[in-house]
């Protein structure tokens, strides 16, 4: 805290929980809806590969959302 001072940083305290503020949260309620809510995939295979490309696209076509 003290060194916070002398560099003129403002120390903000989180709650203990508090899943908004924490970017992996959002996330992985940005990826659960777009690859699980409404989907089936008849194969683990399937399953895996719209995962890993909905965190590919999640900084190109999906950056809005």
């Known amino acids: 805290m003290e060194l916070a001072t002398v560099l003129n940083i403002?120390?903000?305290?989180l709650p203990t929980y508090s899943p908004n503020l924490?970017?992996?949260?959002?996330?992985?309620?940005?990826?659960?809806?777009d690859c699980?809510?409404?989907?089936?995939?008849?194969?683990?295979?399937k399953f895996n590969q719209a995962i890993i490309l909905?965190?590919?696209e999640t900084?190109?076509?999906?950056?809005?959302s």
């Open 54 to 56: 909905s965190l590919e």
């Open 36 to 45: 699980l809510y409404s989907k089936y995939y008849d194969n683990f295979a």
């Open 22 to 33: 924490n970017i992996i949260e959002r996330l992985w309620k940005f990826v659960k809806n």
């Open 10 to 13: 403002e120390l903000l305290y």
């Open 59 to 64: 900084q190109t076509k999906k950056r809005k």
